[in-house]
């Protein structure tokens, strides 16, 4: 927690910078409210109740589309990683589709699956699976081969050098790329979600900049923040839980 002090009173600094600028009017306070009333909106908005079902949604497809993304590209890493047909036979087309920006096919998608919510868990999905796949591959041959070699000797199979030594050893580069993934998870998410505009907090941020709210439109960009700091949080810990062995 400790560690966190420098950080937080430089975001504190950040905020009172911004808060007197924007009082003094070397800002438009207009398009930069000051992160006081900021933050009285951002309290409204949680003691009301307001952001619960839109979050909700939200969280609803980013989780959806996160773990059909993640499992994926778990399987689809560890047979490509461990076999070296397998990663010649899908390689050319992973480095074909990687490098394209995921937002780049919601058009084609809401071409192909409408503006529901099949179009929002699939483009999660697809921005999910790289990260994870690309880690997963590196992390199943980044495993040392005298470890492999020691569990033949032992007898074991196939089945069980993956599952006793493949897996533990290279799980904290699947869990790095799955903490990296829900972070552009929840951004394409709202920006699928601002697009389309039929529900979730991306609608609702939309909302609030066609009516000039803009006081408003901060403070569902608070519960955002907060929402994306949370759920890294969360997974951090769960991380940490995991691979408490590398932990160091």
Request: hydrophobic content about 55%.
């Amino acid at each position: 927690m400790i560690t966190l002090i420098p950080g937080a009173l430089f975001l504190f600094a950040v905020l009172g910078v911004v808060e007197v600028a924007s009082r003094t009017g070397i800002v438009n306070g207009a398009v930069i409210p000051p992160p006081s009333m900021v933050a009285m909106i951002f309290l409204q908005i949680v003691t009301s109740g307001a952001f619960v079902a839109p979050l909700l949604q939200t969280l609803e497809l980013l989780f959806a589309g996160y773990l059909t993304g993640c499992g994926l590209a778990l399987l689809c890493g560890i047979l490509m990683g461990s076999f070296r047909p397998v990663y010649n036979l899908f390689e050319p087309l992973t480095e074909l589709l990687r490098p394209i920006p995921k937002p780049a096919l919601l058009p084609a998608l809401i071409l192909f699956l409408g503006l529901g919510s099949t179009m929002k868990v699939t483009v999660v999905a697809l921005a999910a699976f790289f990260p994870v796949l690309i880690n997963t591959i590196q992390g199943t041959r980044s495993v040392d081969v005298t470890m492999i070699d020691t569990a033949r000797t032992f007898g074991y199979g196939k089945a069980q050098i993956l599952w006793r030594i493949v897996l533990p050893a290279a799980a904290p580069y699947y869990l790095a790329g799955m903490r990296v993934s829900l972070a552009i998870g929840l951004v394409v998410i709202v920006m699928a979600e601002m697009l389309t505009s039929n529900g979730g907090v991306g609608a609702t941020l939309i909302d609030m900049q066609h009516e000039f709210k803009v006081r408003q439109t901060y403070g569902w960009l608070a519960v955002l923040a907060l929402t994306g700091f949370s759920l890294n949080a969360l997974f951090t810990w769960i991380e940490r839980r995991l691979t408490f062995w590398s932990a160091s």
